[in-house]
C-alpha cells in the first residue's frame, strides 16, 4: 500500500441523516481530495451497536448512545488517503459540537453533545479504522478504483 492508501471508517448518525446532512458531508471529502471506497446506507441492530460502542459499556450516556445510534438510518462510509484517519477527525471538530471550531463537521452542522453529526475513527486508537471497517463492511463491498485526479491532490501521485 502508498501512503495515500490509508483507510478510516466514517458514519452519518442518524440526526445527520434525518436532517440531510448527507451530501454535505460526503461533498467535504470528497472536495479534500479523499476517495470514497465503501459506502452503504444502513439501519444499526442493538447487537452491532453494543459492539461499535463497545469501550463505553457501563459509562452514564452509554443507554442513550445505543438508543440513538439504533434510532434511524445512518450512512457507513470508508475513505481513503494520506492520513485519512487524522485528517477526518481533524474535519470532525471536537466530540463536543459545542467545543468545535467554525469549519469544523460539528462546529458547522451542531450543537449537542447528544447529537454530533458524525462518527470517525479514533487517529489515536491504533487500528481503529481497520477495526471498524471490518466490523461494518465486507471486504467484497470495497472498491478499488484510481481516483483519476489523484495526479492533483499528491504532488508525488
Ligand atoms: N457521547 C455522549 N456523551 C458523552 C460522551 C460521548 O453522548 O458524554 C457520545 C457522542 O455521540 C460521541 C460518542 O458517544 O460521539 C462516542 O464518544 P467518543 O468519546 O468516542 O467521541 P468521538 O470519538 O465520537 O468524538
Avoid: C
Amino acid at each position: 500500500m502508498s501512503h495515500h492508501d490509508e483507510r478510516t471508517f466514517v458514519m452519518v448518525k442518524p440526526d445527520g441523516v434525518q436532517r440531510g446532512l448527507i451530501g454535505d458531508i460526503v461533498a467535504r471529502f470528497e472536495d479534500r481530495g479523499l476517495k470514497m471506497v465503501g459506502g452503504k446506507f444502513m439501519q444499526i441492530d442493538e447487537e452491532l451497536a453494543h459492539e461499535h460502542y463497545g469501550e463505553h459499556e457501563g459509562k452514564p450516556f452509554f443507554d442513550g448512545l445505543v438508543d440513538f445510534i439504533t434510532s434511524g438510518p445512518v450512512f457507513a462510509m470508508v475513505w481513503e488517503g494520506a492520513d485519512a484517519t487524522r485528517q477526518v477527525r481533524q474535519m470532525m471538530g471536537e466530540t463536543d459540537p459545542a467545543e468545535s471550531a467554525p469549519g469544523t463537521i460539528r462546529g458547522d452542522l451542531g450543537l449537542d453533545l447528544g447529537q454530533n453529526v458524525i462518527h470517525g475513527s479514533d487517529h489515536e486508537d491504533e487500528g481503529a479504522n481497520e477495526r471498524e471497517i471490518e466490523l461494518f463492511f465486507d471486504e467484497d463491498e470495497l472498491v478499488e478504483w484510481d481516483q483519476t485526479d489523484a495526479v492533483w491532490v499528491y504532488e508525488d501521485e
